[in-house]
């Protein structure tokens, strides 16, 4: 039997700039932010805002576009970006189609299980915010 050995080169990509690399001192800049890519979406996105050790925002990545009412998330393509991105913490994000901003159970749940695996790669999740009509912080109602 012959065996074949493969070599692989995995690589970031840049395909655009943050306009301004000031550091994130709150939620409402990052909604200032991610507004644009999660407002009109017509299904759930989940965005992750890398940032640098000073919070200055290195870059943004869609980690899943879902349904209308979920979208699938996992820690390793949350945390790929990261790592690649070389991101000191981060900021996730995501939209309710429905335009209810409140948390659900598994809004709070994955957030618990990203902080976690964060910790274990040293990688701080900052906040989780979550853009309907309005938007939460989770961060700011001690979810975080």
């Given at each position: ?102 948390p659900s159970r598994d809004d709070t749940a994955l957030t618990k299980r990203l902080q976690q695996a964060g910790e274990i790669m040293g990688i701080t999740i900052l906040d989780h ?16």
């Amino acid at each position: 039997m012959n065996e074949q050995s493969f070599l692989y080169e995995l690589k970031l990509t840049r395909c655009g700039t943050i306009a301004d690399r000031v550091p994130i001192d709150g939620p409402t800049k990052v909604m200032d932010l991610l507004r644009p890519l999660l407002e009109d979406a017509d299904r759930e996105l989940f965005v992750v805002l890398a940032l640098d050790a000073r919070n200055r925002p290195i870059g943004t990545n869609i980690v899943s576009m879902g349904s209308l009412s979920a979208s699938l998330v996992h820690p390793r393509e949350v945390f790929k970006f990261a790592i690649l991105a070389n991101a000191n913490a981060l900021i996730l994000a995501h939209n309710h189609p429905s335009g209810d901003s409140e948390p659900s159970r598994d809004d709070t749940a994955l957030t618990k299980r990203l902080q976690q695996a964060g910790e274990i790669m040293g990688i701080t999740i900052l906040d989780h915010l979550i853009l309907g009509e309005d938007w939460t912080s989770l961060n700011e109602k001690g979810l975080i």
